[in-house]
């Protein structure tokens, strides 16, 4: 089962932390300093990595949900 | 296990009960903290909550409703006071008793401090760990007034940087030749430059001997060798020390922190421990460590809720911490001391320091490159040698 990755750019600090957790996952636009979502829909062996990312997230900019309750 | 008791009302006792819910943990959960407050986060607390204002609901952790849907008692503003883990009871500070079947010990740090021996009014020191905290250190920043902070550290620096902004007339003294020097040896000295191009007083390399109360309020601050410092408000940040004292005799392994096994067990099987307070062996670095920084305390609570239900994998982790100050965004993976061989490469508004040790890449501190933060902390989890290190680092500069 994949999963979806959501991302809310107007609630992104820039911490990168997403990126240092799912460098699959995640890009920086360095110049405006906001992550990039570069796969919302991640298959399910980055699902670890995808949560992650999701709770490193100090700015609770991202939310991960299984692709059936979608 | 049918009840767990999680003593620390912040991230990582969050993080923990949230763990432990997960992984289908039924039982009852009581959380226990010393702070009226809901768990609040505190990055914020040295940064925008002091200029946009420090409200308890804007930092929660969690909504309040969260606490009843995870069926959580919350017993706040009731600090623990002692411990024994042969009974599996603890104590609080009004006297009354808990028992349970696992414990989590998150009770993080406490400012350290060192400047009130040398002041007749320690009430005019401020330090900065708390809501509470940041709520009276920001009543007090006025534009135009003088701020001293003692301690060149993370959240000293953060704070003058947030308070320059604001208009205060700012001056740092360190001990050390350089800010951050403990972390960073001599790369500190890029913080310095930093600060004093937007005009921040730093003064490192001397201390503080006297402070002394002034009749219309604030301090006159009194450096050895150096001129006098009229402050409207003085803050002391000089590090954080583990909060063990409830612990001490209770028998629990102490040592700069509680004493964890590679999976986050205490030297007793059913207490874990997680966050700021938690020293243990990270056998990716081969070395015992605690470490305060957010991500941590955030990883770890939801590990030492495993470890309470049985699970027996080792935490091994890269550290990460990340702090703003003026316009740079400073974020560090891995490890890294004074003692490190160190390779600076810098950009006009940004900065890669990597730091080595026997041959090894082990920490690097990114300004405003948060691409080579992610590279190089895969480089670090592979181990690259530092050799290839500090060669990538010039090519791609
Ligand atoms: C101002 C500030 C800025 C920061 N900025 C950053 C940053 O930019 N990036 C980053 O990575 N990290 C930052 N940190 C560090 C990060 O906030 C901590 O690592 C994190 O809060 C640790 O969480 P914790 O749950 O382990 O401990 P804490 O957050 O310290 O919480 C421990 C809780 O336990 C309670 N307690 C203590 N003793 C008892 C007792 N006996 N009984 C009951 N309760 C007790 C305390 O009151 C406290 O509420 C910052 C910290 C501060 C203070
Ligand atoms: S961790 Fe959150 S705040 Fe940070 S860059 Fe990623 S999405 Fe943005």
Redesign the interface.
């Known amino acids: 089962m994949a999963i979806i990755v959501k991302f809310d750019p107007s609630k992104c600090q820039g911490y990168a932390n997403c990126l240092i957790e799912a460098p699959e996952i995640w890009d920086f636009d360095e110049d405006n300093d906001v992550a990039l979502l570069i796969q919302d829909v991640v298959p399910d062996s980055l699902r670890v990595k995808a949560e992650a990312s999701a709770r490193g997230c100090p700015a609770h900019a991202i939310t991960v949900e299984n692709q059936s309750d979608a | 296990m049918r009840n767990v008791v999680v003593v620390g009302a912040s991230l990582a006792g969050v993080?923990a009960i949230e763990g432990l819910r997960e992984r289908g943990f039924m039982g009852q959960i009581t959380l226990v903290g010393a702070e009226h407050h809901l768990p609040y986060?505190r990055?914020p607390l040295s940064k925008e909550a002091l200029t946009d204002g420090v409200e308890a609901g804007r930092l929660a952790l969690r909504p309040a409703a969260w606490y009843e849907e995870q069926g959580v008692t919350l017993r706040l503003g009731e600090p623990a006071r002692a411990l024994d883990p042969a009974t599996k009871r603890l104590w609080l500070d009004s006297g009354e008793q808990l028992d349970f079947d696992g414990l989590v010990v998150a009770t993080g740090s406490s400012a350290r401090r060192f400047a009130h021996r040398l002041c007749g009014d320690p009430a005019r020191l401020c330090q900065l760990r708390t809501l509470d905290d940041a709520q009276r250190l920001r009543d007090q920043l006025e534009p135009g007034h003088r701020l001293v902070v003692l301690g060149a550290g993370f959240i000293g620096l953060e704070v003058a940087a947030t308070a320059r902004t604001l208009g205060l007339e700012v001056t740092v003294i360190d001990v050390a030749t350089s800010p951050l020097a403990r972390v960073l040896g001599e790369a500190g000295g890029w913080f310095s430059e930093l600060h004093t191009a937007q005009g921040v007083d730093i003064r490192c390399g001397t201390s503080v001997d006297r402070i002394e109360p002034r009749s219309g309020g604030g301090v006159i601050v009194r450096s050895p060798g150096r001129d006098t410092l009229k402050a409207d408000l003085f803050l002391e940040s000089v590090g954080a020390t583990p909060a063990v004292d409830w612990l001490i005799g209770s028998g629990l392994a102490l040592q700069d922190g509680v004493v964890c096994g590679p999976d986050l067990r205490t030297s007793h099987p059913d207490i874990v421990a997680a966050g700021d307070v938690a020293r243990w062996h990270n056998e990716l670095f081969g070395e015992s460590m605690r470490v305060e920084h957010?991500?941590n305390a955030?990883?770890q609570g939801?590990h030492a809720a495993g470890a309470l239900l049985g699970e027996r994998e080792s935490y091994r982790s890269i550290p990460?911490f990340?702090t703003d100050q003026f316009a740079a965004?400073a974020?560090f993976?891995g490890r890294a001391d004074a003692a490190d061989d160190i390779v600076v490469e810098r950009g006009d508004d940004s900065a890669v320091i990597l730091f080595g040790r026997d041959g090894r890449l082990r920490g690097a501190l990114c300004i405003?490159?948060?691409?080579r933060?992610?590279r190089c902390?895969?480089a670090i989890r592979d181990g690259m040698s530092w050799a290839d290190a500090a060669s990538d680092l010039a090519t791609c500069a």
Not at chain 2, 368 to 371: G, I, K, L, V
Request: net charge positive; proline share 10%; aromatic share 14%.
């Open positions: 993080n986060d990055p957010w991500t955030v990883e939801r990460y990340w965004k974020r993976v405003n490159a948060p691409r933060l992610a902390r895969l």
